[in-house]
T-cell receptor
Framework: TQLLEQSPQFLSIQEGENLTVYCNSSSVFSSLQWYRQEPGEGPVLLVTVVTGGEVKKLKRLTFQFGDARKDSSLHITAAQPGDTGLYLCAGARRNTGNQFYFGTGTSLTVIP | NAGVTQTPKFQVLKTGQSMTLQCAQD?????MYWYRQDPGMGLRLIYY???????DKGEVPNGYNVSRLNKREFSLRLESAAPSQTSVYFC?????????????FGQGTRLTVV
């Protein structure tokens, strides 16, 4: 079983639409990251959130860490074809030997 | 900077064959990881090394062994490959000593076991 569950698993939207991806867990994390992965490449970090309730913005992307540091969301405003890719959340926990726990992933397709 | 380098990029094995996946990082990171990625399952941790000289099992260690050769290098060995090990394998490294920790990934090894 995955420690982090992402929803939805697949998302296909038209250019200009808004979307939200959710990352949920019953466990507490010291920090949570969002990565984006393109075909044939490894994941690349988008953002790290550390404090419960923290909100970070990266251009049209808004990331939020839940108050209890168990969940997070990624909101994209006015999606563009260049946003197409696999989005992965990952929780970091030091008390289990410096591990990253990855979510199941959300595959986003933005149609021009 | 090269970052995290994995070799080979592609490999086809016959069932029962063995092979070693190589990984090296040039960022002086303490921690290194091996993940496998299968459709619909995100990244699953096979083995990790929190620091030089230590290795620990992750979520799916069966059929694999690892060696942390030095601070830079972390190899993954398949002793007797099985079709269930067909996957994309990623090596990653991290400093994991600051609040804003981050995993840096290699480009992956696409392994097919026939």
């Amino acid at each position: 079983t995955q420690l982090l569950e992402q929803s939805p698993q697949f998302l296909s939207i038209q250019e200009g639409e808004n979307l939200t991806v959710y990352c949920n867990s019953s466990s507490v994390f010291s920090s949570l990251q969002w990565y984006r992965q393109e075909p044939g490449e490894g994941p690349v970090l988008l953002v790290t959130v550390v404090t419960g309730g923290e909100v970070k913005k990266l251009k049209r992307l808004t990331f939020q860490f839940g108050d209890a540091r168990k969940d997070s969301s990624l909101h994209i405003t006015a999606a563009q074809p260049g946003d197409t890719g696999l989005y992965l959340c990952a929780g970091a926990r030091r008390n289990t030997g410096n591990q990253f726990y990855f979510g199941t992933g959300t595959s986003l397709t933005v149609i021009p | 900077n090269a970052g995290v380098t994995q070799t080979p990029k592609f490999q086809v094995l016959k069932t029962g064959q063995s092979m070693t996946l190589q990984c090296a990082q040039d960022m002086n990171h303490n921690s290194m990881y091996w993940y496998r990625q299968d459709p619909g399952m995100g990244l699953r941790l096979i083995y990790y090394s929190a620091s030089e000289g230590t290795t620990d099992k992750g979520e799916v260690p069966n059929g694999y062994n690892v060696s942390r050769l030095n601070k830079r290098e972390f190899s993954l060995r398949l002793e007797s490959a099985a079709p269930s090990q067909t996957s994309v394998y990623f090596c990653a490294s991290s400093e994991f000593s600051t609040v804003n920790t981050e995993a840096f990934f290699g480009q992956g090894t696409r392994l097919t076991v026939v």
